[in-house]
C-alpha cells in the first residue's frame, strides 16, 4: 500500500539546534517526494522536491531508498521555521499522499 | 491570477444547509485538485480536474459532495445538505503538470 508515515506530531528544539523531521514512505515504483510548509495563518507552500536536489531556507532533505526515507534537515534551526512540516508522495502523474504533519516548534 | 485564490474564506453553515465553495486557480494550470483537511490532520484527497474533465472523485465522501470545473478554470465545490463531519478546511491547489501544486488559502467550513 502507498503510504507516508511522519512519526512525530511535535518537535520542539531549541533555536541554532539541528533539525531532522522524519519521513518514511511505501510505494512500489519510483517516488516523487515533496516537502511542504504551512506557516502560521499561512497557505501550503512547497518547500522542496526531491528531483531538484536544492536546499531551501536551509533545509535540505536527500531521498534514502534503500530506507524509503525522506527526512528534512537543517543544521541551525531559526525561529521563523516554526512551522508546520507535510511531507507528501507522488503516486502518479497527478495525485499526492500525505503526511500527517509536524509541528515544529523553535523555542528561543 | 497571480496565485490561487479560494471563496469564502471562511463559511458557517447550519446543518442541512447546502454550501458553494470557489476556488479560481492560476491562469493556465491545466490540473486542479481538491483537498479535506480536518484539524491536526493532513490534506486528504478529493477530487481532481484536468482542465474541465473530472478524472477522479474517489476521494468525495459522498453523494453530497459535488466538484465542476465547466469552463476549464474556476472550480467549484458543493456540499449539500451540510453535515457536522464535514467541518474542515478545504483547499484547492492546480498544478501545470505532475505534481508541483500551488495551493490556495483554503475555506475553512463550520456546520453549526
Known amino acids: 500500500a502507498q503510504r507516508v508515515t511522519q512519526p512525530e506530531k511535535l518537535l520542539s528544539v531549541f533555536k541554532g539546534a539541528p533539525v531532522e523531521l522524519k519521513c518514511n514512505y511505501s510505494y512500489s515504483g519510483s517516488p516523487e517526494l515533496f516537502w511542504y510548509v504551512q506557516y502560521s495563518r499561512q497557505r501550503l507552500q512547497l518547500l522542496l522536491r526531491h528531483i531538484s536536489r536544492e536546499s531551501i531556507k536551509g533545509f535540505t532533505a536527500d531521498l534514502n531508498k534503500g530506507e524509503t526515507s525522506f527526512h528534512l534537515k537543517t543544521p541551525f534551526a531559526q525561529e521563523e521555521d516554526s512551522a508546520m512540516y507535510y511531507c507528501?508522495?507522488?503516486?502518479?502523474?497527478?495525485?499526492?499522499?500525505w503526511g500527517a504533519g509536524t509541528k515544529l516548534i523553535i523555542k528561543p | 491570477g497571480a496565485g490561487v485564490s479560494q471563496s469564502p474564506r471562511y463559511k458557517v453553515a447550519k446543518r442541512g444547509q447546502d454550501v458553494a465553495l470557489r476556488c479560481d486557480p492560476i491562469?493556465?494550470?491545466?490540473?486542479l485538485f481538491w483537498y479535506q483537511q480536518a484539524l491536526g490532520q493532513g490534506p486528504e484527497f478529493l477530487t481532481y480536474?484536468?482542465?474541465?474533465?473530472?478524472?477522479?472523485k474517489s476521494g468525495l465522501p459522498s453523494d453530497r459532495f459535488f466538484a465542476e470545473r465547466p469552463e476549464g478554470s474556476v472550480s467549484t465545490l458543493k456540499i449539500q445538505r451540510t453535515q457536522q463531519e464535514d467541518s474542515a478546511v478545504y483547499l484547492c491547489a492546480s498544478s501545470l503538470r505532475g505534481n508541483g501544486y500551488t495551493f490556495g488559502s483554503g475555506t475553512r467550513l463550520t456546520v453549526v
Open positions: 480536474f484536468q482542465n474541465e474533465a473530472q478524472l477522479d
Open positions: 491562469s493556465g494550470h491545466v490540473s
Open positions: 507528501a508522495l507522488g503516486d502518479s502523474n497527478y495525485q499526492l499522499i
